[in-house]
């Protein structure tokens, strides 16, 4: 497979750098020691579409896919902003809404966390898994109980 950013991926590689370049470690680390979120850097980037990648443009998303937000986190890293709220929000959960929730869920969230207004995140909870979502043996059943 051919990891090589088309054009749209490397402009937005581009204009992802030169927002984390504007705001810098510093401002980064400064959020991180105040124990603050890095919202200024959040809502810029989801102005430019960063966290509407995996999301369908149906649901307000640009539809392109885990591979330019890979690309996103990519030069987000190499600028020292490691906002890992990012894969699990934009990424994984944008993503389990988009494919799996119901329509209603998908106008609730979507639009909120694509706009970087909203902020999704999940837990694991089970205790043998630890941060290995692979590893959960927990599983739901739909069951229907007949009264009487």
Known sequence: M???PDADCQAL????????AKYGRAYYL???????FAWDLWRE?????CWGL?????????????????????????HGMPITLAAVGPALAGT??????????ARRYLPRLVSGEGVICFAITEPQAGTNT?????????????RS
């Open 2 to 4: 051919d990891f090589t």
């Open 45 to 49: 980037l989801a102005g430019i579409g």
């Open 54 to 78: 995996c999301v369908p443009e149906e649901h307000g998303g640009t539809g392109l896919g885990m591979r330019a937000m890979g690309l996103v986190f990519e030069v987000m890293a190499r």
């Open 13 to 20: 590689a581009e204009t992802v750098a030169k927002i984390c």
């Open 134 to 146: 692979f590893k959960i043996k927990t599983r739901s059943e739909e069951h229907t109980s007949e």
């Open 96 to 105: 389990v809404i988009s494919r799996h929730g119901t329509p209603d869920q």
């Open 30 to 36: 400064d959020c991180f020691e105040k124990k603050e």
